[in-house]
Structure formats: C-alpha cells, structure tokens
C-alpha cells in the first residue's frame, strides 16, 4: 500500500512522521493509494481541499483538539491493516457562489458549511430563496448558514442548528443569532435545492460569506448548492463509525 503522509504544523508531529516514514514509507500524494494526516479536523479539512481532486481516499490521524473526523494514531502495520478494515463514506462539497460589491465572482467549495456573518456593529439583513421563491424577506441577525451532514455537529450545532444522519439526503439552514424572524429556527432542506442569500444594504451592513475556511468579504449576494460531481472519500477505522459518532451526538455524548 503506498501511503502519503501530511503533518499539521500546529502542534510538533516530527516524532510519529518520522517513525511512520520508516514503517511505511511515503510517496507524492499523487501517487498515493490513500492519503493519511495528522492532526485536527480542521487540517484535514484543509487537506481535502487541496487534494480532493486527486480522487484518493482520506485516512485522519487524530493529532489535534477534538479529532470528530478522525482515527486513533496507529503505527505502521497496525495502521496498514486499519486502512484496510476501514469503512469509506463518501460525501460531497457544497459549492458556493459569492458576488461581491465590486461585482466579482468568487467561488469555493465547502465540506461543513457555508456562512455569511456580518463583519461590523450593524446586523446582517438577508434575504433567503430557495429555488427561486423567497422564503424569509428579511432576516435581521448575526447571519446564517448552510450545512451538510457531515457539517452539521460543527458551527452548525453551536448555532443549534439541527444534527443530520449522513444518508438523510438533507441540508440544514440554520440562523445565526437571529432577532427578526424572533423564533426562526432555520430549516431543512432537500439537497438538490438552490439556496440565494441576497445581502440588504449591503453597502452599509458588511458581510462576509466563508466556505470552510475560505473567506470572501463585501458580499452582496450567495448562491449555494450541492455539488454531487464532485465526491471525496473519508476512511474511519473498524469501531469508529462516523454514523454512530452522528448518532451520539444526537443524544449529547
């Protein structure tokens, strides 16, 4: 099995790459079977996104804070012969559309979730469609989000946005600190929908949409979809199911 090993920079890896190296060898990621990381989720997320297209599976090493996305460290054959027991889920990107004041297009892809959040003092006023029919007519608050399943235990469900099942076929549309619509709670949507987020006096109420981690500011309007061309394929050790990890957290463990 030929391996490509990533290393967050964020916390001092050198010991396990080094002894992983020697066990199991690396090559370029582009020659790889599957692409191994240490570290968070986020730097797996991040590895995602620069190596998605590459179409390899994705096996996460937990070297970070919480480690939601990813496996216990194990060495060498132990770790061959996890990839190898390992469960693939497959998941696909939202991909977003953000035109700014300046009328550029900007566009990213998202694993988790999209937001658009205001960037000053003012609130953020949003105007929400779903497939062309406008569903909120104004939305006066800190912003909102859109979530995949997989997404929906991260920002999505400290903004108590609901948690999905993986195979719910579902997104989450879920307001960030509302004040009007006082009691909206967001919604939930099939994943074929197109959801357009019109930005109200968007010269005077900054905001600015990120997908994952990939910022745009000055957004006057986003378009989101889910993108099901485009397919990245998450590994998770024999025990560490990423549905009963979904599930769990349903129940707040």
Request: aromatic share 6%.
């Amino acid at each position: 099995m030929k391996i490509a090993l990533f290393a967050s920079r964020k916390r001092d890896n050198t010991p396990e790459m080094e002894t992983l190296r020697r066990k199991v060898g690396a090559v370029d990621a582009k020659d790889a079977d599957v692409i191994v990381t240490l570290g968070g989720d986020g730097f797996l997320l991040r590895t995602l996104h620069e190596y998605v297209h590459l179409q390899k599976p994705f096996y996460g090493l937990h070297r970070g804070t919480h480690g939601f996305l990813l496996n216990e460290f194990g060495e060498g054959d132990d770790l061959i012969k996890a990839i190898k027991a390992a469960t693939p889920v497959h998941v696909h990107p939202l991909r977003m559309h953000a035109k700014r004041l300046d009328g550029s297009i900007v566009e990213h892809i998202a694993f988790n979730e999209v937001s658009l959040t205001r960037t000053g003092v003012q609130a953020a006023k949003l105007k929400i469609a779903v497939d062309g029919q406008t569903r909120v007519e104004q939305l006066v608050g800190d912003g909102a989000l859109v979530a995949t399943p997989m997404g929906s235990t991260a920002y999505n469900l400290s903004a108590y946005g609901p948690i999905l099942p993986l195979n719910a076929n579902l997104l989450a549309l879920t307001p960030i600190c509302p004040f009007r619509p006082r009691r909206w709670s967001g919604a939930l949507l099939d994943d074929n929908a197109k959801i357009t987020f019109d930005v109200l006096d968007a010269d005077r109420r900054n905001v600015h949409a990120i997908a994952d981690f990939h910022e745009v500011d000055e957004v006057v309007s986003t378009t989101i979809t889910l993108d099901k061309t485009q397919t990245a394929t998450l590994l998770f050790a024999e025990g560490n199911s990423l549905e009963d990890r979904i599930l769990a957290e349903q129940f707040g463990f």
